[in-house]
């Protein structure tokens, strides 16, 4: 089991489990009151069915550092099981066993309404009840008159709803990544880029954007206009709106932080690079909008 960053739990535990991909409005209503999470590293399905796991709303670092701040009282205790097909084999009895050895002050369990556990899922809230736990089922957090989930995010986000994304997130949309080397060409167009090889469940297109360096513009996508200069798989390309970053590449940074404020466009072929250079100062105008007009 790793801990990381976290703090020693005084007193009770009023623990909070669930993978929490996202950490949207759904998940704070079980958040909310617990002063301990457990959660796992890595998604079940990426064990039971890997062909079927989702892509992740955050990397694994991002969503526990989220877990554990925002506690009412201080930070969380967030601990993280790696999911293992040990894991996926111990019966209802046995994880209850597992939650009295790992949390022996434990005072009440929250859980969300669809969560199970134990070998195929026989585990449910009224079975650990019935083994003598408290456990507070938390109502499902709603928007536009539906349950809002991890699924019906990353499925606004493949679609270009950034705006009903975000709504159901509580905040911006973000990733995190490390700054790879480019190809040279956005600085040729006049807009130089930080270049991020991350696989968030986006649509490709142009976005304004935040960064932990300042604002910016960024196209998630594989430049089809660049023809043989071309990205075999989709990459982040984020320019900074004021450049400052940019100058020298001693001054690049290794990791960026970057939140999808409003989509701008979709991605598309042109059919010459002006055409393109003439788009992305467009495009860099509508983001500058955001924050200078």
Known sequence: MRTPRSASVAGGVRLAVGFFDGVHLGHR??????????????????????????????????????????????????????????????????????????????????????????????????????MGFDVKVCRYAKYGGERVSSTRIRAALSEGALADANA????????????????????LLGAPTLNLTVAPPLMPGVYAVDTSLGHGVANYGVAPTMGRKA?????????????????????APTRLRVEFLSFIRHERMFASQEMLREQIAADIGKAAELWYN
């Open 29 to 130: 209503k079980i958040l909310a009151g617990a002063n301990a999470v457990l959660t796992f590293m890595n998604h079940p399905l990426s064990v039971l069915d890997p062909s079927h796991a989702p892509s992740m709303l955050m990397d694994v670092d991002d969503r526990l550092a989220c877990l554990e701040r925002a506690g009412a009282r201080g930070p969380r205790d967030v601990r993280a099981v790696r999911f293992t097909r040990g894991f996926a084999e111990m019966r209802p009895e046995g994880f209850a066993d597992f939650l009295r050895r790992e949390y022996p002050a434990i005072e009440r369990i929250h859980c969300g309404a669809n969560w199970r556990f134990g070998r195929n899922g026989e585990g449910t809230p009224a079975m650990l009840r019935a």
């Open 168 to 187: 159901m997130l509580g905040r911006p949309f973000s990733v995190s990544g490390t700054v790879v080397r480019g190809k040279g060409v956005g600085r």
């Open 231 to 251: 990205w075999a798989a989709p990459v982040l390309e984020v320019h900074l709106l004021d450049g400052s970053a940019l100058d020298g590449a001693q001054a």
